[in-house]
Each structure stands twice: as structure tokens, then as C-alpha cells.
């Protein structure tokens, strides 16, 4: 077993018998659910809608060597300048450069998953920029030096009393401070951050084919600031974010939102198409988007998985998870967490290292249920797990284990070479520590049942 894979299975256990965390997600599941029951009963034909959904992110992700250029010769005509980076490492070294040319020492950033994937905050730290989050959640997270938990909602691990302990510690506001209060507090330190920040780092919910446009999707309209103050702005993307016309955004945006917080749409949208232009009073001088690969090509190889590639990052499929519900957004240690994070981390960062991660799921289904772009999530789970065993990546004795296994269970003679006392001799030699100190290993018969079938025939006969 990796090392990654025992940390993943100590903190895993640890989590699931916290149970002021178990307290905390189930209240805050609990009213996203009662949300999201209302955002989608808006929807007059909502199957229809995730089936069209999923038909166009199909096509998209099948043609990603169309649409992506036709982003890239829409956005240039605007003025707009695109980066191509191949992993983390190369858009780290671009937007560095774009830093040191306009000699930026601060940065104020939006909510965004690619640049948590890139680890861009502490690369810039590294170079001497400040990065400060402007999205309420990722900004408390910031404060406790912490990472997302979850892809919409990064502090959903916190109740509102451990957040007004925080910024009572550290803002010095009162220990009993109401949400409204502390958001009020969050507000005047972030303002003035705005006004002096060099540069505003976004991610994107879409990119837009036919009119080179990234669209933005928030809730506090932190994001809009971050993309006008600024002198320059940079989008991180994901190259599968991609939809292929301006028009498509009445079916992404109501399904994001719904899906994601239970809105009919989430409060500010913006679509931004390049920078500032010569008779525009508002907006950056320079608008730079980083093309994103970063692993997604490798998915897009696998002809079955790549379907994963249509995730619109609603968050919809960790909300569901009792597995995420119980083990927590930290436990998975990495950007993507839940069911999602579970069938695309092993692709973007290695299966030797993740493949864990496909058996992190109970099997129910209930992620491909809720997911609006209807990604066959828990199908995908069985496919890396095949592909796993497939490379050679489990342990040798494993792999002996089933194919013993298999021999024995298809040769009738050979189940029936040994008694119940030897099978469970073996199952708790080689199974015990796999099957869980929580679960009592199941008691093999002592006479198998086609032996006393045999027997009973005899006696009756007799
Ligand atoms: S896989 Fe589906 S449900 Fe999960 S985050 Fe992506 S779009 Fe949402």
C-alpha cells in the first residue's frame, strides 16, 4: 500500500467517529438538500435538461481540437491573450512572468479549483506576491491555513461559532458574532485590498466557442472586483470547460446553480471577453487565459472514462456521498474531493498513487443519480478499478490472492478439496485487516452446501 493510501485510510477512520464534524456537515447537507429539493422543482422537464446537457459536453469533449481554437481566435480578436500550459509547472512559470513584467507584488483572487490544482498561492508566496482569497469561504479557509473542503462551499467543515472564534482571534470582532457581522467584517478588510491589488486571478465556470468569452459564476460579487480594479487580470481554466456557444448558458447556468447551492441562478454572472476596450470605462488593461491541461489529456484517452471530462464542478455528487459525508473534503487530499475527485485524481495525478480512490465509494449510485451533466460516476469508479488491476498497479500477493480465488470458486473440486475450519483459517490469515476491525468476518459452513445437499439426497434415498 502507498503511503498516500495509508494516510487516506488513518484519516478516514479518524473522521468518521468525529462526531462534532459529522454534526456539522450533516446540518449543513441537510439545508443544501432542502435547497437543491426546491431548485430543481423549477424545472419543468429536468431530465430533459441533464440528458441535452450531457449530449452537449459529449460533443465538446469529443471535439475539444475544434472548440478550442475557436475560443482562442475569438478571445485574441478581442484583445484578449491566451497561455497554453501542459501542467502546473508551466502555468506557474507564465503567470509568474506576466507578475514580473508589470513588477505586480499583490494579488487578489476569486474562488477558483484550478488555481488551488496548481498550488498557485504558495508558489506566489514563494515569490514574494501576496495572494489574498476574496470569496468569503476560501478567505476563512486562507485564515486557518487550511485547504478547500469542498468544491463550492470550502468551509462547510466550519459552524458559523467556529468562524466567529476565528476572526474573534484574529480581528479581535466579538466571540458571539452573528454571520451577517462577520461577512460585514470580512467586507472592510478585503475592500482596500481591491483598490491596491496589482493583479485579479480568476478561474472560469465556461468558456464560451463562439464568442471567446469566460463566464464566471459567484455569489458575492467578490469576483467582479477582482476582475475590474485590477490593471490585469488572469483566468486559470480547465481546457474541458469549454461550451460551444453563448446560447448554451440558459441550460449550464439554472443547472449550475440549482445543482449547486438550490438557486435558479446563482447571483452574479459575469461573461467577460477580453480587456478593457478603447470606449469601456471599466475593466483591466491586459486579460490573459491559462488553457489548463494539467492531466485532462490523459482522460481524455480513455475512451470510457473521458466522460468525466463534462463536470460543471456543481458539487452535487460530494453533497450525495455517504462515504464523503462521513470521512470529510480533507480526508481525500486532493484538489477534487468525493465521487468526482475519485474517478479524475487518478488520471490527472497518477493510478499507482490514487487507485485507492476508486474504492472509496459505497456503490450506490446515488452521485450518477444527482449529477446534471449525468456522468455515469459510480461506473467510472469500476472502470479505474479495472484498469488498476489491468497495469499491474495492486499488490503481487493480491493479485494472487484473486486469481487463487477465481481458480477455486469455478473448480467445484477445488472448493470442495478443503472444509469450512481451513476456509476460515485462510479468511482470517489473508482477509482479516482488508475486511475492517469494525465488521465481524463472516463464518464459512463447515460442510459446504453442495455437500450436504449430496447428503441429504443420499438419506433420502436410502
Ligand atoms: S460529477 Fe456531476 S455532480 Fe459531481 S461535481 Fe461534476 S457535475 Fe456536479
Redesign the pocket.
Given at each position: 500500500m502507498t503511503k498516500v493510501a495509508a494516510d487516506f485510510l488513518e484519516q478516514a477512520d479518524e473522521k468518521a467517529f468525529d462526531l462534532a464534524h459529522r454534526k456539522t456537515i450533516s446540518f449543513n447537507i441537510g439545508r443544501y438538500d432542502a435547497a437543491v429539493a426546491r431548485g430543481l422543482a423549477k424545472f419543468e422537464n429536468l431530465e430533459g435538461s441533464k440528458r441535452k446537457a450531457h449530449v452537449i459536453k459529449w460533443k465538446v469533449i469529443e471535439n475539444l481540437d475544434k472548440f478550442l481554437p475557436e475560443f482562442e481566435a475569438n478571445f485574441l480578436k478581442r484583445g484578449g491573450k491566451v497561455i497554453w500550459a501542459n501542467d502546473a509547472a508551466e502555468a506557474q512559470k507564465e503567470i509568474l512572468a506576466i507578475m514580473q513584467r508589470a513588477q505586480a507584488k499583490t494579488v487578489i483572487k476569486s474562488k477558483s479549483m484550478t488555481t488551488e490544482e496548481i498550488h498557485l498561492n504558495e508558489f506566489l508566496e514563494k515569490h514574494g506576491i501576496e495572494s489574498l482569497e476574496s470569496d468569503l469561504g476560501e478567505y476563512i479557509v486562507q485564515l486557518l491555513g487550511q485547504k478547500p473542503y469542498h468544491?463550492v462551499t470550502p468551509a462547510m467543515h466550519l459552524s458559523k461559532e467556529e468562524i466567529a472564534k476565528l476572526f474573534h482571534e484574529k480581528f479581535q470582532t466579538p466571540i458571539d458574532a452573528t454571520p451577517e457581522q462577520l461577512t460585514q467584517k470580512a467586507r472592510e478588510l478585503l475592500r482596500e485590498k481591491y483598490l491596491r491589488a496589482d493583479v485579479g486571478i480568476t478561474g472560469g465556470n465556461f468558456l464560451i466557442a463562439d464568442t471567446g468569452s469566460v463566464a464566471l459564476t459567484e455569489n458575492e460579487g467578490n469576483a467582479r472586483l477582482c476582475t475590474t480594479f485590477p490593471k490585469i487580470h488572469i483566468a486559470i481554466v480547465g481546457i474541458e470547460k469549454i461550451i460551444p456557444s453563448i446560447a448554451d448558458l440558459d441550460l449550464y447556468w439554472p443547472l449550475l446553480a440549482s445543482?449547486g447551492t438550490g438557486q435558479n441562478l446563482t447571483v452574479y454572472n459575469t461573461l467577460l471577453s477580453g480587456p478593457r476596450g478603447p470606449h469601456e470605462s471599466d475593466g483591466p488593461e491586459e486579460m490573459y487565459v491559462v488553457l489548463l491541461d494539467n492531466g485532462r489529456t490523459n482522460l481524455l484517452a480513455q475512451k470510457e472514462q473521458r466522460q468525466?471530462l463534462?463536470?460543471?464542478?456543481?458539487?452535487?455528487?460530494?453533497n450525495a456521498c455517504p462515504v464523503y459525508k462521513n470521512i470529510g473534503g480533507h480526508t481525500y487530499n486532493t484538489t477534487y474531493s468525493?465521487?468526482?475527485g475519485s474517478i479524475i485524481t487518478p488520471h490527472f495525478k497518477g493510478m499507482k498513487e490514487f487507485k485507492h480512490l476508486s474504492y472509496a465509494s459505497s456503490l450506490c449510485g446515488k452521485?450518477s443519480e444527482?449529477?446534471?451533466?449525468k456522468?455515469d460516476?459510480h461506473q467510472m469508479l469500476l472502470l479505474n478499478r479495472r484498469d488498476a488491476a489491468a497495469e499491474h498497479q495492486n499488490p503481487k500477493a493480491e493479485e494472487i490472492g484473486w486469481k487463487l480465488w477465481k481458480k477455486g470458486m469455478l473448480k467445484r473440486s477445488w472448493m470442495d478439496a478443503v472444509g469450512g475450519k481451513f476456509k476460515n483459517f485462510l479468511l482470517q490469515k489473508f482477509f482479516k485487516k482488508a475486511w475492517g476491525k469494525y465488521r465481524e468476518m463472516p463464518q464459512v459452513a463447515p460442510k459446504s452446501f453442495a455437500k450436504q445437499w449430496e447428503e441429504q439426497k443420499k438419506t433420502k434415498l436410502e
Amino acid at each position: 500500500m502507498t503511503k498516500v493510501a495509508a494516510d487516506f485510510l488513518e484519516q478516514a477512520d479518524e473522521k468518521a467517529f468525529d462526531l462534532a464534524h459529522r454534526k456539522t456537515i450533516s446540518f449543513n447537507i441537510g439545508r443544501y438538500d432542502a435547497a437543491v429539493a426546491r431548485g430543481l422543482a423549477k424545472f419543468e422537464n429536468l431530465e430533459g435538461s441533464k440528458r441535452k446537457a450531457h449530449v452537449i459536453k459529449w460533443k465538446v469533449i469529443e471535439n475539444l481540437d475544434k472548440f478550442l481554437p475557436e475560443f482562442e481566435a475569438n478571445f485574441l480578436k478581442r484583445g484578449g491573450k491566451v497561455i497554453w500550459a501542459n501542467d502546473a509547472a508551466e502555468a506557474q512559470k507564465e503567470i509568474l512572468a506576466i507578475m514580473q513584467r508589470a513588477q505586480a507584488k499583490t494579488v487578489i483572487k476569486s474562488k477558483s479549483m484550478t488555481t488551488e490544482e496548481i498550488h498557485l498561492n504558495e508558489f506566489l508566496e514563494k515569490h514574494g506576491i501576496e495572494s489574498l482569497e476574496s470569496d468569503l469561504g476560501e478567505y476563512i479557509v486562507q485564515l486557518l491555513g487550511q485547504k478547500p473542503y469542498h468544491i463550492v462551499t470550502p468551509a462547510m467543515h466550519l459552524s458559523k461559532e467556529e468562524i466567529a472564534k476565528l476572526f474573534h482571534e484574529k480581528f479581535q470582532t466579538p466571540i458571539d458574532a452573528t454571520p451577517e457581522q462577520l461577512t460585514q467584517k470580512a467586507r472592510e478588510l478585503l475592500r482596500e485590498k481591491y483598490l491596491r491589488a496589482d493583479v485579479g486571478i480568476t478561474g472560469g465556470n465556461f468558456l464560451i466557442a463562439d464568442t471567446g468569452s469566460v463566464a464566471l459564476t459567484e455569489n458575492e460579487g467578490n469576483a467582479r472586483l477582482c476582475t475590474t480594479f485590477p490593471k490585469i487580470h488572469i483566468a486559470i481554466v480547465g481546457i474541458e470547460k469549454i461550451i460551444p456557444s453563448i446560447a448554451d448558458l440558459d441550460l449550464y447556468w439554472p443547472l449550475l446553480a440549482s445543482h449547486g447551492t438550490g438557486q435558479n441562478l446563482t447571483v452574479y454572472n459575469t461573461l467577460l471577453s477580453g480587456p478593457r476596450g478603447p470606449h469601456e470605462s471599466d475593466g483591466p488593461e491586459e486579460m490573459y487565459v491559462v488553457l489548463l491541461d494539467n492531466g485532462r489529456t490523459n482522460l481524455l484517452a480513455q475512451k470510457e472514462q473521458r466522460q468525466a471530462l463534462n463536470c460543471i464542478r456543481c458539487g452535487a455528487c460530494l453533497n450525495a456521498c455517504p462515504v464523503y459525508k462521513n470521512i470529510g473534503g480533507h480526508t481525500y487530499n486532493t484538489t477534487y474531493s468525493g465521487p468526482i475527485g475519485s474517478i479524475i485524481t487518478p488520471h490527472f495525478k497518477g493510478m499507482k498513487e490514487f487507485k485507492h480512490l476508486s474504492y472509496a465509494s459505497s456503490l450506490c449510485g446515488k452521485c450518477s443519480e444527482v449529477c446534471p451533466v449525468k456522468i455515469d460516476i459510480h461506473q467510472m469508479l469500476l472502470l479505474n478499478r479495472r484498469d488498476a488491476a489491468a497495469e499491474h498497479q495492486n499488490p503481487k500477493a493480491e493479485e494472487i490472492g484473486w486469481k487463487l480465488w477465481k481458480k477455486g470458486m469455478l473448480k467445484r473440486s477445488w472448493m470442495d478439496a478443503v472444509g469450512g475450519k481451513f476456509k476460515n483459517f485462510l479468511l482470517q490469515k489473508f482477509f482479516k485487516k482488508a475486511w475492517g476491525k469494525y465488521r465481524e468476518m463472516p463464518q464459512v459452513a463447515p460442510k459446504s452446501f453442495a455437500k450436504q445437499w449430496e447428503e441429504q439426497k443420499k438419506t433420502k434415498l436410502e
